[in-house]
């Protein structure tokens, strides 16, 4: 799809099946009886395109493989999809506002892990808010955080002690992107952006590999700069443009932004 691919098992099909069109969403033999498979089937074109759309605008919003792994946090666009009737969700000038609350949402119930145990009850309980809100217009993130605002692990606040645990995630980690793309809401996501070092990896790199002090520095800076955690997380991480990261290389973050004439405030 795209740029992307996703591995999509029968169990994720058949789960949205059950969200989309059955009473109860559990696997049970009970609730795959004649009637439900033959709405299944009665309905496969519509369900197909669904999930082709979800999985498309997550293409569109840089997930992949990777940085997605919680494949059942798709299945709520999908129903949003679906039960709204809409069938131009990618068109780039279309559901703007819709598509960005959507991208909200799903990068934080990736990050408050909401998808990680006890799936059918968060499907479910998302399947009724989302469906008293058919037809109104918008995404219910509001409504949504409403309804899980009791639960202690389903929740989506972010507490100064998280935010703080969320800061001192590293580039290579699947969390990294969807933590990026809250910080950087207003980017245009039909372009292409790489995850860049504000302050250059490079530089880094090759105190890491020489592993010789350099005459300048002192035992605790050494100590600071060949210790990754200190230059590879969010803290020194930006989403660039891929053109501009490719011409920015391992140039200096105080040179670059004298060079195109950034005001740092």
């Known amino acids: 799809i795209g740029k992307s691919y996703f591995v999509i098992d029968s169990d994720l099909i058949l789960k949205t099946c059950l969200v989309l069109l059955g009473e ?3 696997f049970k033999v009970a609730n795959l009886d004649k009637n439900v498979v033959c709405q299944f089937e009665n309905n496969w074109d519509k369900i197909s395109n669904a999930i082709t759309d979800a999985f498309t605008l997550l293409d569109s919003w840089h997930f992949n493989e990777s940085n997605f792994k919680a494949k059942n946090a798709i299945i709520p666009l999908v129903y949003y999809i679906y039960h709204n009737d809409i069938k131009d969700i990618n068109n780039p000038i279309r559901h703007t506002e819709e598509k960005s609350v959507m991208r909200k949402w799903l990068c934080m119930s990736l990050l ?3 998808f990680g145990g006890q799936t059918d009850t968060v499907l479910g309980d998302i399947r009724k808010v989302l469906k008293t809100n058919i037809g109104h217009g918008y995404f219910p993130l509001d409504e949504i955080k409403e309804a899980f605002k009791s639960s202690p692990s389903k929740n989506l606040s972010f507490t100064e002690d998280y935010i703080n645990i969320l800061l001192d995630t590293e580039k290579e980690h699947s969390d990294c992107f969807a933590i990026l793309s809250l910080l950087y809401p207003h980017l245009d996501y039909s372009q292409d952006f790489d995850k860049d ?26 100590a600071f700069y060949t210790n990754a955690r200190n230059w590879n997380t969010i803290q020194n991480l930006q989403l660039l443009h891929k053109s501009l990261n490719r011409s920015k290389q391992e140039q200096s973050l105080a040179d670059w932004i004298k060079e195109k004439n950034i005001n740092p405030q």
């Open 112 to 114: 408050k892990r909401v």
């Open 24 to 26: 109860n969403i559990k």
């Open 197 to 222: 070092h504000m302050h250059p990896e490079g530089y880094f790199r090759k105190l890491t590999e020489s592993k010789t002090k350099e005459s300048w520095m002192s035992d605790d800076d050494y």
